[in-house]
């Protein structure tokens, strides 16, 4: 299997141990959120039916990237079916294969813990693991992370659960199950991108999901309360905040972690334009740093075409720099891989240009080390 070595770095980035506690605190503060009922009502009223109906499980390799300035991290976004969890581990060791055998048992058994914690409460206790996996994804062996799906794929077969990565397309799905190949398929680790499965090829998951015939993890419900874009507008917004009635902790951390945002039809366009360069902007349903814009590099003939209601309008944290041995310095963000409220691992990415990637030369995926 290939060393995948491209999207792996060998610089090793320094993190305050104050910074890292308070990125664990976001972590642990939303997932208390996700969960508060005042909260959840709010969000309901703004996300399709799909993401209101809640399976009675979570999301698996959810992850939440920061920008750091100073030793107070800034949440930038929060991801579901996040890549690169194993890749992050073996940013420790680049030159291992990206295979599953190449890491530590105790980071294998953490991992499957995640997966037999999403069936047992699926099927509420009956079953202690799947019957059955498909990893999906779109035209899955095009992806750039490929690699790291059929990991995956081998970690659950040595757990002792068949496993194959399909298109959604190749299962047969519908309000009765899931099957492949004739075989039924208990849970799905989705890699998809189609978050609220809305597309026709989503339709029979959706059909599936909504029924309790299948685990799908993530699943809309955790994508709705955490990782729409537009939940950061309430997040960022004192009052909302108060109306949940948080600790003073968790209004706090809140406070000092989530740059303003709002939604581009909520502000005066004329005002904006003079501020666009302390601005980033996102479509809010976009994946992968697609289509989001700097404003210091923004023309006012793009800035008109924006669409106000799908646009949203971030503060802009620059990312801070590490030095490597022989690239320079670099723009670096931080990532905490996460189940619950349960730190699965920290990592870096190293970058170069407006926004992340995985194909600067030097950068990718870099060790973490705890000051």
């Not at 597309?199 to 999901?209: F, H, I, K, V």
């Not at 210091?296 to 490597?324: H, I, W």
């Amino acid at each position: 299997m290939s060393s995948f070595s491209e999207n792996l770095s060998s610089a090793v980035v320094q993190l305050p141990a104050i910074a890292l506690r308070r990125m664990v605190g976001v972590v642990r503060t939303l997932d208390r959120l996700s969960r508060n009922p005042q909260y959840r009502e709010q969000v309901y009223a703004e996300v399709p039916d799909v993401a209101r109906f809640d399976p009675g499980h979570d999301a698996v390799m959810m992850c939440y990237d920061f920008h750091l300035a100073g030793e107070m991290p800034r949440l930038i976004e929060v991801n579901t079916n996040a890549g690169g969890g194993m890749l992050a581990y073996l940013a420790q060791a680049p030159a291992l294969p990206v295979d599953h055998q190449s890491l530590p048992a105790k980071f294998r058994k953490r991992l499957l813990q995640t997966f037999s914690d999403e069936i047992k409460k699926h099927s509420t206790g009956a079953k202690l693991k799947p019957a059955r996996i498909a990893i999906i994804d779109e035209n899955p062996t095009e992806q750039y992370l490929y690699p790291e799906m059929a990991a995956f794929a081998d970690l659950f077969r040595a757990w002792g659960v068949p496993t194959e990565i399909v298109e959604p397309r190749q299962l047969h799905a519908s309000a009765e199950g899931v099957s492949f190949d004739g075989k039924p398929v208990d849970l799905v680790y989705n890699r998809h991108c189609d978050f609220y499965l809305a597309s026709d090829e989503m339709a029979g998951l959706r059909q599936a999901y909504l029924a309790s015939k299948v685990c799908l993890t993530p699943n809309p419900h955790m994508y709705g309360l955490l990782a729409d874009k537009r939940r950061m507008i309430l997040w960022a917004d004192p009052q909302q905040r108060a109306s949940w009635h948080l600790s003073g902790n968790d209004e706090r951390l809140l406070e000092q972690t989530v740059p303003n945002t709002s939604l581009l039809a909520a502000l005066d366009l004329q005002r904006l334009w003079p501020d666009r360069k302390r601005l980033v902007f996102k479509p809010v349903d976009s994946f992968g740093s697609r289509g989001v814009l700097i404003g210091e590099k923004l023309s006012r003939k793009r800035f008109d075409q924006l669409p106000a209601e799908r646009t949203l309008v971030q503060e802009l944290v620059p990312p801070s720099m590490s030095e490597t041995a022989d690239d320079g310095p670099m723009k670096t963000d931080l990532r905490v891989y996460a189940y619950r409220n349960r730190v699965l691992g920290v990592t870096a990415r190293l970058y170069r240009g407006q926004v992340t990637n995985l194909r600067t030369p030097g950068g990718g995926f870099a060790s973490v080390r705890i000051i």
